[in-house]
């Protein structure tokens, strides 16, 4: 087994799995009954990929575990993912402005993975391309118009983002699971998905009215294991009822 | 919250076929009619084409003029295409 390649595969299956599970909170919540029903289907999409990343990573480590297991069973200082994806929900605006900031970085990804040179990443990656770009065309078109209507939407739109942009540092940054992954063949290509990422934000966020501030500090860990102090709270809503029951089925 | 305009979604089903009017829903405009209308009339594999029209934009026959209007054809029984028997190869029409 390659334990690059389990850490590689757990930051894609954890980043998707948990902005699943902190959009689907928004099921039955949402400000509109359209927007609860777009909203919810994004969730399923995004935990569906996570089951085939996650699925994939336990064949990987050849341990037996599957994606439930991994999922349900593990701790937070185990959890891969970005920090991004666990900034809380805060008022729908800003779950759409985390969507965006994701959606943004995350089609590229899934661009570039495509050209892995292992062949269950590349299916995996064409599969979830078509879902990504559709959420990035939703909570694009969402940002923007949310930026350039009422002067109280614009400027809750514009702290939603000042308060998110120290988290997409991490998601462009390159570490040594990235090189490696990449140097390898199965990864994607950090610098290409970095450029496509700000080109996305930069695109959507000069036509929103919205700016970002250059000085900031960026903020990273999760892909380390170093998660927000809110993240237990995540997982324990997500992993309570598996723990409780386990092997419990429908 | 000021509501939004309502709009009429069609969806083609597949290739071939016509659009059909599937129901309705609430959206800002027109792009975002689109979208909405994806995530909730085709997420069951329902469609290739979606169309969407403000509801407003419908003219409608009044019911009032129910009876000038359709009862004339009631009666020529020669107009309707009910003396024909459509092959199967043919499929729908």
Known sequence: MSAEKFEYLCRLGDSTLIIGQQLGKWCGHAPILEEDIAVANTALDLIGQATMWLDYAGKVEGKG???????????????????????????FGATLMRQFLFDAWHLPLLEQLQSSTDPEISAIAEKAEKEARYHLRRSASLVK???????????????????????????????????????????????????????????????????????????????????????GY???????????????KW | MTEWP?????????????????GSLHAPDAEIAINNARDVYTRRNEGVS?????????????PDQKGPLFDP?????????TFFEIPEEIGKM
């Open chain 1, 234 to 248: 995540i997982l324990a809503e997500m992993q309570s009822l598996a723990r409780a029951m386990p092997g419990a």
């Open chain 1, 145 to 231: 118009r949310l930026g350039l209507g009422t002067d109280d939407s614009h400027q809750r739109m514009q702290e939603a983002l000042l308060a998110l942009w120290p988290f997409t540092g991490e998601l462009i940054e390159a570490d040594d699971i990235d090189g490696i992954a990449q140097a390898e063949g199965y990864g994607a290509d950090t610098v290409t998905i970095a450029e496509e990422a700000c080109g996305n934000w930069s695109k959507t966020l000069l036509q929103a009215g919205l700016v970002v501030s250059e000085d900031v500090g960026m903020r990273s860990g999760g892909k380390t294991g170093l998660h927000s102090e809110g993240f």
């Open chain 1, 65 to 91: 575990r599957t994606a439930d297991d991994l999922a349900y069973f593990r701790d937070s200082r185990a959890f891969r993912n970005v920090l991004l994806v666990e900034q809380p929900n805060g008022e």
């Open chain 2, 73 to 81: 054809a009631q009666s020529k029984t020669y107009r309707h295409p």
């Open chain 2, 6 to 22: 309502l709009w009429e979604i069609f969806i083609r089903g597949q290739h071939g076929m016509s659009h059909r009017h599937v």
């Open chain 2, 50 to 62: 979606i169309w969407v029209m403000k509801s407003s934009d419908i003219v409608a026959s009044s």
